[in-house]
């Protein structure tokens, strides 16, 4: 009896020692706490810390911030004094009218005509924190000069605005995600969140802004929203809804959640750099798994359209050419350039060597005649033949007869050896989340807003209709940034109005 209570004893001890380690918390307090350190969460706090707000904190569940937002390119922007100087005419007025016709109108009209006429703004103001920009283009031969390219990319700017946060009282958490939305009397309180230790950290605050990038890596909120969820993500890390998810458990009503932002043809685990996906990207003979072709190979100039169009297909698809074709982009270049990154005209000098190691991978095959290639793709060799033949008839007759391509995109694939390299739906992000006023102010399911919390970039609805918009080049860095602006404009007002 005396050895059971002696144990029990040392257990009660050793329980009471443990405890408050382990039920330990740690309390904090902000003005504003932005939940995604990516361009919509890193703008967000910068611009409501300039506006004001005397303490902010950015949680980021990632050792690092920036998120995708360090690669993009440019930001889109209608009627900023750039294009003026250049005598480049895309007002405000018309941006906003093919956004809206694209959608069908089915966007959320007040939303992104607030975008849009932001936009000029916020150049002048990347450019007034000193970000710098490099040149203004488009993103497809004859496309509309949206695109306002980022000295050092986007990972430049963003550190641009950073490098100021300790002035500004703005202090980032990395390692550390939300995982609670705090609420009181309707309104939001702050934010609970952990660390990478476990430990859980409750801030206190004003507003809460969300930016946490969408859902792409989360098979099952894909599945559950998206109507093809076998993408593969392009430069997506983690971003599996945490934000999305907190709002909808604080009431938050939803909008658009099936937008994807699709991408060009891609393939897995290969750089946005890589020669071999550069061969996918070019308007010459695309097939699906059965050796036919699907589309017209051009709707690679509008990334949405081929994503869409090899979705309609199965979801595998491969880009077939001959040693003709092979030796044009070795030594003539690029038709079609993969952004900034790999320009139009590029020679593709390494295009053998990446040959070989994609055949290595099961990703790329070579044949010495058509029906060897079609074998080792796994299609019908008659029905692959048939549809090359046919295709060459176009090529000689200089005219599509079934898809209307431009002729000077029909390549012939007469000459072995043959090639041919599969290719997988892409994806950049999804589009979809909180559904929100035009002020970035998030809507409840109730109908009026849940006051004090703020839905920005990925993790807001309402900017598409049902498909990802590619008119205007830099439309999605663009909505991070102008979206992170609206609502810390928004939030400062109100931080002050609930003081």
Sequence with gaps: MNRTFAVVCTLLAALVAWAPAAFAEKRLEADVVVVGG?????????????????SVIVLEKQPSTGGTGKFSEGIFAADSKIQQERNIVLNRDDAFKMIMNYSHWRANAKLVRAFVDKSPTTVEWLQAQGVEFTELTANYPGGLQSWHIFKGRGK????????????????????????????????????????????????????????????????EMMKKYTRFPDQVPVGNVGKTGDGIRMMIAAGADTEGMEVVQSYRPGLPGEPTTSQLVATVRQPYLWVDRKGERFCDEMVIFQWPFAGNALERAGGTMFAVYDAET???????????????????????TNLDKELEGGIRKGVAFSADTVEGLAKKIGADAATLKATIERY???????????????????Q?????????VKAYPAALGTLGGAKVTKDMQVVSTKGPVIPGLYAVGNDAGGMYGDSYDLLMAGSTIGFAVNTGRMAAEHAAGYIKSVE
Excluded: C
């Design 38 to 54: 990516g361009a919509s969460g890193i703008t967000a706090a910068y611009a409501v810390a300039q506006a004001g707000a005397k």
């Design 326 to 348: 092979k030796r044009y982009m070795m030594e003539e270049g690029l038709d079609v350039g993969v952004g900034v990154m790999v320009p139009v005209k590029t020679k593709l």
């Design 392 to 410: 060459n008839t176009f090529a000689d007759k200089k005219h599509d007869g079934e898809f209307a391509k431009d002729p000077k995109y029909l």
């Design 412 to 420: 012939p694939v007469k000459k072995g050896p043959f090639y041919a």
């Design 156 to 219: 430049s700017m963003l550190e641009t605005l950073k490098a100021k946060f300790p002035q500004m009282n703005v202090k980032v958490l990395s390692e550390t995600a939300g995982k609670e939305l705090i609420m009181k009397d309707g309104r939001v309180a702050g934010v609970v969140s952990e660390d990478a230790t476990g430990e859980k950290i409750v801030i206190s605050a004003k507003a809460v802004i969300v930016g946490t990038g969408g859902f792409l890596n989360n098979k």
